[in-house]
């Protein structure tokens, strides 16, 4: 009876090695990882101005500037992500009176010759009128800032500022236009 019972352990086992080695003969497994990775949207704001002998340089400060005078300030965008964008940019202007100086400061004596055939002012902000492909730069804002003849003493010493700040949003899936544009930063 013990031989039997042996007997019957030895096949049961057996029959358990063949039954699980079948089953691991007819499954399969394959694993496959696919990284699927958003590309993102990068510009450069470029400032630049011109040298006496006509070549492009960054734009620095410039110091000593009197009435009746043209800064050369060349302001573009140029799109360094992989995606075309939409840009726009805002410009604001102050002036900063010398110490101890009183009065009202009127900005319109400072000014700029602003593209508008390529750029539309909405609301504060200049949108160029096309999209803006990966390695493009868009037709400049303005060349030069202008200093008005009747600027007063009052002016003297004083520092005007041109803030410049640029943004793009994609334009995949994002409008028509950069006027109709979603997702602007605040």
């Known amino acids: 009876m013990k031989k039997k019972l042996f007997v019957i352990a030895i096949i049961a086992v057996c029959l358990s090695i063949i039954a699980y080695g079948t089953t691991a003969f007819f499954t399969y497994e394959e694993k496959a990882i696919n990284i699927i990775s958003t590309s993102g949207i990068d510009i450069d704001l470029l400032e630049w101005t011109i040298t006496e002998d006509g070549s492009l340089i960054p734009f620095e400060d410039v110091i000593g500037v009197v009435p009746a005078t043209e800064v050369p300030k060349i302001v573009e965008i140029k799109n360094t992500g992989e995606q075309p964008v939409w ?8 002036i900063i009176l010398a ?17 508008t055939s390529d750029w539309t002012e909405i609301d504060g902000y200049y949108y160029y009128n096309k999209a803006l492909n990966p390695d493009e730069t868009t037709s400049p804002l303005f060349t030069k800032v202008m200093f008005d003849k009747n600027m007063s003493n009052m002016y003297q010493d004083s520092a005007a500022v041109v803030e410049v700040t640029a943004q793009a949003t994609q334009t995949a899936h994002n409008g028509e236009s950069a006027f109709e544009a979603m997702g602007w930063p605040n």
């Not at 840009?87 to 102050?94: G, H």
């Open 99 to 115: 110490e101890g100086v009183d009065g009202e400061i009127d900005l319109s004596l400072v000014s700029m010759d602003i593209n």
């Open 87 to 94: 840009v726009r940019i805002m410009v604001q202007k102050s």
